[in-house]
């Protein structure tokens, strides 16, 4: 799978809308949960593998290739930290995790 660009066809677009680009990128297995554990602040490859728990270390190391080349993490001193692109995305996040919550206690299937 290709890394989700703008203007190009992605998952759910074959026009590559910007929305459904992005929507590509952090639907990924484990892009999200990344971009949660490191607002928790800057850790390395080992230290966020252990935030994220059951992640494999090829997935963690392709997404965090893919969310680098996104401009949402990079590299710091102390590992891997969100960049103000990435505390904005997490941010804007937040009140989906609150809205998700109410959600799942009213949800019956």
Not at 69 to 74: G, M, R
């Given at each position: 799978?290709?890394?989700?660009?703008?203007?190009k066809?992605?998952?759910?677009?074959?026009?590559?809308?910007?929305?459904?680009?992005?929507?590509?990128?952090?639907?990924?297995?484990?892009?999200?949960?990344?971009?949660?554990?490191?607002?928790?602040?800057?850790?390395?490859?080992?230290?966020?593998?252990?935030?994220?728990?059951?992640?494999?270390?090829?997935?963690?190391n392709?997404?965090?290739?893919e969310?680098?080349?996104?401009?949402?993490?990079?590299?710091?001193?102390?590992?891997?930290?969100?960049?103000?692109?990435?505390?904005?995305?997490?941010?804007?996040?937040?009140?989906?995790?609150?809205?998700?919550?109410?959600?799942?206690?009213?949800?019956?299937?």
């Amino acid at each position: 799978m290709s890394f989700p660009t703008p203007g190009k066809p992605v998952r759910g677009s074959k026009s590559g809308n910007h929305l459904m680009a992005l929507f590509d990128l952090l639907g990924r297995s484990w892009a999200m949960g990344i971009i949660w554990r490191l607002n928790e602040g800057p850790c390395t490859f080992r230290a966020l593998q252990e935030r994220c728990e059951s992640i494999s270390p090829s997935t963690l190391n392709k997404r965090l290739k893919e969310l680098t080349t996104a401009a949402l993490i990079q590299r710091t001193v102390e590992g891997y930290g969100l960049t103000d692109k990435g505390e904005e995305i997490f941010q804007l996040l937040h009140p989906l995790e609150t809205w998700a919550r109410t959600w799942a206690k009213e949800f019956n299937p």
